[in-house]
């Protein structure tokens, strides 16, 4: 009988995975892992199941605490930068949740005195939206990627081609 229950439940959680690697849900502990390296608590899970986000709610709440921040974001996060211009050559690098820090994408008070903030959104997709920011006359250039999953919005991927 023991046996026959391990193999139930082996088979059970092999089928409910998705081998193909796409994002999926599954229960650990109290939280809901979306992403194998990617914890939000059931609660989260369930509002967000519940109802659909809008990406101007989600990124109202990411810029105002770092700790959702942090929870929205799917590692290792793809960070790619811009090495040299004339070749359009990028190098690219994985960080991980403890090299992470807070990105403040709203209009911000500018400190940089050359140039005013600018801030683009546009949706890609229903599943995909990107935020650009600008520093005018300066070359500075930040795209953050973000994408809904099983209806919760993460930040996917930065991309600095700045020059």
């Known amino acids: 009988m023991g046996k026959l229950f391990i193999t139930s439940c082996f088979l059970i959680s092999f089928v409910s995975g998705d081998v193909k690697g796409k994002a999926y849900a599954y229960s650990k502990n109290d939280s809901t892992v979306i992403h194998p390296k990617t914890t939000i608590s059931a ?7 519940d109802s659909n986000e809008t990406f101007e709610e989600f990124l109202n709440q990411f810029n105002n605490d770092y700790n959702f921040q942090k929870s ?3 590692f290792p996060l793809r960070i790619t ?4 211009y004339e070749t359009n050559k990028f190098d ?3 960080i991980q949740s403890a090299e992470y820090q807070k990105h403040e994408l709203t209009s911000p008070k500018s400190n940089i005195v050359d140039g005013k903030v600018i801030l683009r959104s546009e949706t890609i997709s229903p599943n995909q939206h990107q935020i650009t920011m600008l520093v005018e006359d300066t070359g500075i250039r930040i795209e953050f990627f973000f994408l809904l999953r099983e209806n919760i919005w993460y930040l996917s991927e930065i991309k600095n081609s700045s020059t």
């Open 43 to 49: 609660e989260q899970a369930h509002s967000a199941i």
């Open 72 to 74: 929205r974001v799917l």
């Open 81 to 84: 930068t811009l090495v040299d």
């Open 92 to 94: 690219t690098i994985h």
